[in-house]
Structures are given as C-alpha cells and as structure tokens.
C-alpha cells in the first residue's frame, strides 16, 4: 500500500501510528503530479479530495496514468449543495453528472455509483463545525455511530434528503477493451 498527502504533517502522524507496517509506503505529494510510475497499481482511493485541488482533470489524468490496464478506482467527492461552508474547499463539490464526464473525459469507465451521508449526517456535519467553533472539546466517536449506519443504508433522494457525498467505482479498462 502506498500512501500519499500533501502535508507532511499529516504524513508524520501516520508513520507514528502505522509506520510499522512492513508494506505500507508514506509518499508526501500533490495528486496533480503523483510520485508514481506509469501503470504502477491496481486499484486507487481517492476520497474527499478532488474538491480541494483546482486541477481537478489534471488529477484524474494522473490516476489514470498510474493505474493499470483493468484497474479500478473509487472515488468520492461531495454533492453541493455541501451542508456548511468549507474554507479548505476551492469547489462545492460536484453533481454525478459533472463528476462522471470528468471521469469519462480521463478515460475511465464508470461502474457503480452509491449516495451517501444523508440528512443526519449533514445535520452532525454542522454540528461538529458548531461545536469546533465553540469549544476545544472532541465529542465522543459514539457520536459518528448514525453516520455510519446512515452511509451504508440505501435511501431515497428528495428535495428533503439530499446526499452530502457520491461515492463511484470507475475503471482503466484493458487495453484494446471497448467501452460501453
């Protein structure tokens, strides 16, 4: 497994907490110019970070670059419109229609897409920007336990239970494979 993020910082932290890990690599690196060669993996996750990087086809160029022919990649990004504002955000997040041409325009081929994070999540969201805001106290992880019943239930989308997250497993199909 390797690694990657573009704060050192963040890198240090999971080298203390996994760095023993005999085949786990830690790369510091921006996704618009991975560190990676051509063809390199299998499979890339890619969660919750194409909305923060402003070249967003370039870092779907680069994972196409550095996945294999038959690969697969799983990506999620958010739908706007997001539940608060993030300032780390250069966009609000991407509707299916707009994160699958960006996929297709990179070569991908997509497979699957799932919602998730629905109308509890997005309210615990603000919350925990709230409570960020307010206090230097972390709430208890129990708290997350409906999020996570939440994202893996399958639910209807409506005006009143809009998804905060897709989720979409997309592939570098085999070389000479047509696409559907």
Known sequence: ???????????????????????????VGSADN???ANEQFDLALHCEVLEHIENDRQVLSELFR???????????????????????????GYTLEQISQLLQ???????????????????????????????KLRLPSFFLIPVYWERFSKQSINSNNLPY???IKAQKLEKGEAKN
């Open 1 to 27: 497994v390797d690694a990657l993020d573009y704060s050192p910082s963040s890198i240090n932290k999971l080298n203390r907490r996994l760095g023993h890990l005999p085949h786990l690599s830690l790369h």
């Open 34 to 36: 991975l560190p990676f």
């Open 165 to 167: 997250d897709v989720v």
């Open 105 to 135: 325009e990179a070569g991908f081929t997509i497979l699957y897409h799932q919602y998730c994070m629905f109308k509890f999540s997005k309210s615990l969201m603000r919350f925990l920007v709230w409570w960020g805001e307010k206090t």
């Open 66 to 92: 550095v996945l294999q022919p038959g690969g697969y990649l799983i990506i999620s990004v958010p739908v706007p419109p997001a539940p608060y504002i993030d300032s780390e955000h250069l966009r609000e």
